[in-house]
Nanobody, 125 residues
C-alpha cells in the first residue's frame, strides 16, 4: 500500500524558513515522480514543486528562487526547503506521488493517484 506522510509545517513569520518532509513507503520510491501541492482557502490546489523519477524539477513561478525540492532515494523521503516565506504561501501542503509522469505534466495534480494527509503552513506576523 502506498503511503505518504507529510510533516514539518507550522507557524512562521514572513521572511522565515521551514522544511517540509514527506516520508514514503509501500512502493519503489526511485520509480515515482513526486511533488508538493498546496491548497489555500478560497483557491484551487496548485502544484508548488515537483520532481520526476530521473530528477527533473518543476517550480511554480510564485516560489522560484525561494523554494527547493529534493529527494533522498536512500531514505524514501521528499523534502521542500522553503525560504523567504510570504503570507501568500499560507496553505495546507500535500505531497503526492505516481509513476509515469513526465516533466510536461508534472504540475498537474490529476496525474497523481497517491496523496499524503497534508501539513499546515501559516506565514503570519
Amino acid at each position: 500500500e502506498v503511503q505518504l506522510q507529510a510533516s514539518g509545517g507550522g507557524l512562521v513569520q514572513p521572511g522565515g524558513s521551514l522544511r517540509l518532509s514527506c516520508a514514503a513507503s509501500g512502493f519503489t520510491f526511485d520509480d515515482y515522480a513526486i511533488g508538493w501541492f498546496r491548497k489555500a482557502p478560497g483557491k484551487e490546489r496548485e502544484g508548488v514543486a515537483c520532481i520526476t523519477s530521473d530528477g527533473h524539477k518543476f517550480y511554480a513561478d510564485s516560489v522560484k528562487g525561494r523554494f527547493t525540492i529534493s529527494r533522498d532515494n536512500a531514505k524514501n523521503t521528499l523534502y521542500l526547503q522553503m525560504n523567504s516565506l510570504k503570507p501568500e504561501d499560507t496553505a495546507v501542503y500535500y505531497c503526492a506521488a505516481d509513476q509515469g509522469i513526465i516533466l510536461s505534466s508534472i504540475r498537474n495534480s490529476e496525474q497523481y493517484d497517491h496523496w499524503g494527509q497534508g501539513t499546515q503552513v501559516t506565514v503570519s506576523s
